[in-house]
T-cell receptor
Framework: NAGVTQTPKFQVLKTGQSMTLQCAQD?????MSWYRQDPGMGLRLIHY???????DQGEVPNGYNVSRSTTEDFPLRLLSAAPSQTSVYFC??????????????FGPGTRLTVL | KQEVTQIPAALSVPEGENLVLNCSFT??????LQWFRQDPGKGLTSLLL?????REQTSGRLNASLDKSSGRSTLYIAASQPGDSATYLC???????????FGTGTRLTVIP
């Protein structure tokens, strides 16, 4: 298993540009999520999905869009990049159980700089 | 809103020393608690997952404990090695949710 994969690893954008960060997992996990990590602020949840066709907002959703057309893929779209979106972005997944939560696995991250 | 605090923010120890990292959380209605390791410029690696019904979990030289009633968890690292140098993060979800709330981490340096 490749686990959780993310592309690209690095990206530089100009203010106002749009782009999509890709995330895929091959563990057949229902739950997928996107976090951003900023110095001194820890990781914060952007959007998440509990299955194909179902998405919801996290703590910091503004400026980001997601969709979940398949179980495997969960892309994150930046609609109009701003310098405040300079961050490291992590995608994560875990398999839902009857208890409701299991071990969460993270991708290697995408380091984004917005000029 | 759940808040997760990790103390200390940074820790430097000589090789071979046993050490304890602390994590506290404000809302005790959690399913479990997960400890992660993050190397510089890398992603998060899961170390230990403690279910709410457990009091501790062990993996090799790592032992994590959970006290839900007091809102605390500790990660014990035995016989530390330079390869243990990394940032250690704890995270908790709220009951009924899968969203993780993270602490800001403890940056550990083990000096050879």
């Amino acid at each position: 298993n490749a686990g959780v994969t993310q592309t690209p690893k690095f990206q530089v954008l100009k203010t106002g540009q749009s782009m999509t960060l890709q995330c895929a997992q091959d563990m057949n996990h229902e739950y997928m999520s996107w976090y951003r990590q900023d110095p001194g602020m820890g990781l914060r949840l952007i959007h998440y999905s509990v299955g194909a066709g179902i998405t919801d907002q996290g703590e910091v959703p503004n400026g980001y869009n997601v969709s979940r057309s398949t179980t495997e893929d969960f892309p994150l779209r930046l609609l109009s990049a701003a310098p405040s979106q300079t961050s490291v972005y992590f995608c994560a997944s875990n398999g839902l159980t009857g208890v409701g939560y299991n071990e969460q696995f993270f991708g290697p991250g995408t380091r984004l700089t917005v000029l | 809103k759940q808040e997760v605090t990790q103390i200390p923010a940074a820790l430097s120890v000589p090789e071979g020393e046993n050490l304890v990292l602390n994590c506290s959380f404000t809302d005790s209605a959690i399913y479990n608690l997960q400890w992660f390791r993050q190397d510089p410029g890398k992603g998060l690696t899961s170390l230990l997952l403690i279910q709410s019904s457990q009091r501790e979990q062990t993996s090799g030289r790592l032992n994590a404990s959970l006290d839900k009633s007091s809102g605390r968890s500790t990660l014990y690292i035995a016989a530390s090695q330079p390869g243990d140098s990394a940032t250690y993060l704890c995270a908790v979800p709220l009951t009924g949710a899968n969203n993780l709330f993270f602490g800001t981490g403890t940056r550990l340096t083990v000096i050879p």
